[in-house]
């Protein structure tokens, strides 16, 4: 099924063609960027995706985009409401509150890629290291994880996902710049 046909009756014909084909889906909190032309049927859109895919709590519009030094885009809700989820990856557990922690669910291939090349014994530092999917996939491998990161809530995030994924021994949170490090 694609993701237009959820829409048939909840826009116009000729708005079918400005809906998006795809949404991100971090936990069960779908995010999606609706174009101004369908400002008016936004909210039947995301109630409309909540009926049709089971899995699907919460829809949140994107407004902005990425900005600011926590790098989180701003959100309107359009259906449902909590933006706490707990995304699955790999066998890792992340809970984290999307609309207020930067996380991206489609670099889960990435991070996994970059977690197979660690070794039990090795010592890794992973900058802006956000709410720990880099960290916690290289902790596992048993690599001593040095995590640095700006926003305290992702920070908070990130401890709490390191006891989830019980590998909390095996790394150090720092809430710092990242940037402002230097090799002195």
Request: glycine share 8%; with cysteine.
């Amino acid at each position: 099924m694609r993701l237009k046909d959820d829409f048939f009756g909840v826009v116009s014909d000729d708005g079918l063609d400005e809906v998006p084909v795809s949404f991100s889906l971090v936990g069960d909190v779908a995010v999606i960027s609706i174009p101004p032309e369908l400002e008016g049927p936004k909210n039947d859109i995301g109630r409309a995706i909540i009926s049709n895919h089971k899995g699907v709590k919460t829809i949140l519009q994107k407004v902005s985009k990425l900005e600011g030094e926590r790098t989180v885009a701003s959100f309107e809700v359009l259906a449902g409401g909590e933006t706490v989820t707990c995304h699955r990856e790999f066998g890792f557990v992340y809970r984290l509150d999307v609309a207020r922690v930067f996380f991206n669910p489609r670099l889960g291939s990435e991070r996994m890629r970059v977690a197979s090349k660690a070794r039990a014994g090795e010592r890794a530092a992973v900058p802006f290291a956000g709410v720990g999917p880099f960290a916690i996939p290289i902790a596992a491998a048993g690599a001593r994880v040095l995590a640095l990161e700006i926003s305290s809530e992702a920070c908070r995030w990130h401890s709490l996902n390191a006891r989830l994924n019980r590998v909390n021994g095996n790394f150090d949170i720092v809430n710092c710049d990242a940037f402002a490090l230097s090799a002195s």
